[in-house]
């Protein structure tokens, strides 16, 4: 493999930005968004001259790493400290620096009135040094360093406004499921060193050729649980909601386009892994099917902007894992769908940020209203977006759902009608939430108070909004135009990458139109529930049971706290009795036994010699007469 | 004449010597049967010597009364020097060990 020494600059750069920023503390209060928004713009910069370099290679030498240090040597483990940039890494890279750089320049002006604004992109240069350490490692090791550095950035920023007690309780609630699938990380890392005996990506690959299916379905179960803790995959999706606390541009950056697609990192670059394990496969795909009718239910139901959209996020990123799941046909389409969503996402959540922005930080759908006029940029990037998301051709998003649905369906058998009819009962759904936001936002008749006045955003804003809703615009075409994104990325998934499918289930003109079938019907309903009639100012409550548990996210929490929560608060409850009354009880009983043992004794030492001479008769006399005894 | 009757002698000599010292609180009467109870265990020594015909016994006896004139002289000194000061040669007075 070529080695390069730049690489490891992509990750300095912002890391630097993020400590100088951490350490000079309020002197740099003046200049800090400035040092971390140059340092991830030049981050892109490196990113760009190393895709021009790969692109001047031959595609078998694209691939190049870094070894920065060995970090483990100890018998037969050892693990170097090594980057690794291919084909996959790049376009996440460009992903991460990318739209990392314009969400810089967007909370610039978001975050000016904020006097922590310094700290704040400390956290982002943070976040994207650990981003690009997770997408660049060459070993599950270095991944996971970088795995568990996004947790915590995502932490710190959920909880960054942490005055206020419910957003500091949805960073810890964020950080604590989190946990959950490090620990599945952490257990994969552990299962494929105790069974290949090694951690790097080109050794695990090695290895798999000739290991047990067991070992590999093992690994590929945990890789799942990993991915369903970061990336918001049912059974571990309850946080996402909350973690919309915190700052909107942060949501954008971290809980829509990279964070939380990093569980679909995880299991494109694990492929060699799920490839040798069908039953871990399924169940990915079958984390998938649920997460996106689950995700896309509960958007239908939220009257929060920034929640419906964090839902949304949910639904889209279960639609890759699915895609993921489906194997070598799959992958490419996965990566797909999440560099596309990745422009559309970010983008829809600068503007409900721009929008939260101009009705002083209402985030109540039902208290907007006719705010196209009022906002036109943001109407049009929004838009622009929205039928991105939604699927209607040319925009980004259709060409990767379309790929994705048609995947689904050529799955196979009846596996692949289910599939692609949950995808398609998807894109009705998802259509319906998206007009949803749309009319209740923008097109409605207003329904705000009297002292909102909504404004256009300043430029910092605007600019970045409109940069993405070009790539929502055009990234679609240009990745699926004579297979581009699947070409570039095949040399990844190793020879079995090509043409996989060889049955098709449907013509994928048939398939295109069934997809906008699906997403006319969603958006008609939605036009005649909401557009055609009138919308209360405040959510009604006379509602059906199945409205009530969709607004209560489909039961998650009480779901959560019912069953883990509080058997947990009973089991430490029992345990911290135990630890009382047993633990406790038992020192303090030898205590009280000794001191008790002493008083009584004590009181034998009356100091008159008489009765010291008396007991000391009594005990010759009994001496004597037990030797007596004894000896009769 | 039976030996055995020296011991009987002794026996109850040192009874006398170990009810007194129980039984009585002035520190000179209490040393006084210190001494009894030593005299009786050097009478049982001489005793059991002549019955045995050996001489040991009779060794003994004489380091007996040695240590216990040494100890008449350590003792009496000590309920002296215990008088001057508390003017009293009560054996339950000095019970200061206790506080």
Not at chain 1, 240 to 267: E, Q
Not at chain 1, 459 to 474: A, K, R, Y
Not at chain 2, 43 to 58: A, K, P, W
Request: aromatic share 10%; hydrophobic share 50%.
């Amino acid at each position: 493999m070529v080695t390069s020494s730049s690489l490891v600059y992509l990750i300095a750069l912002p890391l630097f930005g993020a400590i100088t920023l951490l350490l000079a503390g309020r002197r740099a209060d003046k200049w800090g968004h400035l040092l971390g928004t140059a340092m991830s713009a030049s981050s892109f910069g490196v990113g760009l001259y190393q895709l021009s370099q790969m692109l001047s290679r031959p595609t078998e030498e694209r691939a190049i790493g870094q070894k920065l240090f060995t970090w483990i040597d100890v018998a037969s483990f050892q693990v170097d400290a090594g980057l690794l940039l291919d084909q996959l890494s790049i376009c996440f890279v460009l992903l991460i620096t990318g739209v990392g750089t314009l969400i810089h320049i967007y909370s610039i002006s978001y975050m000016s009135h904020d006097e922590n604004r310094r700290r704040f992109f400390a956290y982002l240069n943070l976040f994207i040094a650990a981003m690009l350490l997770l997408v660049l490692g060459d070993s599950y090791l270095t991944l996971y360093v970088g795995w568990e550095g996004v947790g915590l950035a995502s932490y710190l920023l959920i909880g960054f406004w942490n005055q206020k007690p419910a957003y500091a309780t949805a960073s810890k609630k964020a950080f604590v499921m989190n946990r959950i699938g490090d620990m599945g990380l952490s257990f994969a890392i552990m299962i494929a060193f105790a069974t290949l005996g090694t951690v790097s990506f080109a050794g695990v690959k090695e290895a798999s050729e000739g290991a047990s299916e067991t070992a590999l379905t093992a690994i590929g179960i945990m890789l799942l649980v990993a991915a369903a803790g970061k990336s918001a995959q049912f059974p571990l999706q309850a946080w996402l909601g909350d973690a919309m606390a915190g700052p909107t541009p942060v949501s954008a950056l971290i809980h829509a386009a990279t964070m939380v697609t990093a569980g679909v990192y995880l299991i494109v670059r694990s492929n060699f892994i799920f490839d040798a394990a069908p039953t871990a496969q399924l169940i990915v795909v079958i984390v998938g099917a649920i997460t996106l009718l689950f995700g896309a239910v509960i958007g239908t139901a939220k009257d929060d902007i920034k929640k419906a959209l964090a839902a949304s996020t949910m639904s889209q990123i279960g639609y890759m894992v699915l895609c993921a799941g489906l194997g070598p046909a799959g992958y490419a389409f996965a990566i797909m769908h999440l560099l596309t969503h990745g422009f559309f996402k970010a983008g829809m959540f600068l503007g409900a940020g721009s929008v939260m922005h101009g009705m002083n930080d209402s985030v109540d759908m039902r208290r907007y209203g006719g705010l196209r006029k009022f906002m036109p940029i943001t109407f049009i990037t929004f838009g622009l977006g929205y039928l991105a998301i939604i699927g209607v051709p040319p925009f980004a998003g259709f060409y990767s759902k379309d790929l994705i649905i048609e995947t689904a369906f050529n799955a196979g058998g009846f596996k692949g009608i289910l599939l692609g009819s949950i995808t398609l009962l998807g894109a009705v759904i998802t259509a319906f939430y998206m007009t949803r936001v749309m009319i209740l936002t923008f097109t409605s008749p207003k329904r705000w108070e009297e002292d909102q006045h909504p404004h256009e955003s300043p430029f910092l804003m605007w600019f970045p909004m409109v940069i993405l809703s070009i790539g929502s615009v055009t990234s679609g075409l240009l990745f699926y135009r004579g297979d581009a994104l699947k070409n570039w990325l095949n040399p990844v998934f190793g020879d079995h990458g090509k043409d996989h499918y060889e049955e098709h289930l449907f013509e994928p003109i048939v398939v295109s139109a069934m997809a906008l079938t699906a997403v006319a019907i969603g958006v008609g309903i939605a036009i005649m529930k909401y557009q055609l009639s009138e919308i209360d100012a405040v959510a009604p409550q006379n509602v059906s049971i199945f409205t009530r548990i969709a607004r209560k996210d489909l039961l998650q929490d009480s779901f959560n706290e019912s069953v883990f929560m509080r058997p947990g608060q009973v089991l430490t409850r029992l345990l911290v009795k135990g630890d009382e009354n047993v633990v406790d009880g038992a020192v303090r009983g030898i205590g009280r036994t000794a001191l008790g043992a002493g008083a009584t004794l004590r009181r034998t030492q009356s100091g008159f010699a008489r009765s010291y001479a008396a007991l000391i008769l009594i005990g010759a006399v009994a001496l004597i007469a037990g030797i007596w005894v004894v000896t009769l | 004449m039976n030996p055995y009757n020296y011991l009987y002698v002794a026996g109850l000599l040192f009874t006398i010597g170990a009810i007194g010292v129980i039984v009585r609180r002035n520190a000179i009467v209490v040393f006084m049967c210190i001494e009894l109870m030593l005299n009786a265990a050097n009478l049982t020594l001489v005793t059991f010597s002549r019955i045995n015909g050996t001489l040991e016994g009779q060794v003994t006896a004489f380091f007996t009364m040695v240590v216990a004139a040494c100890e008449v002289v350590v003792g009496l000194a000590i309920i002296i020097a215990i008088y001057r000061s508390r003017r009293s040669a009560s054996i339950d007075d000095a019970s200061l060990l206790k506080r």
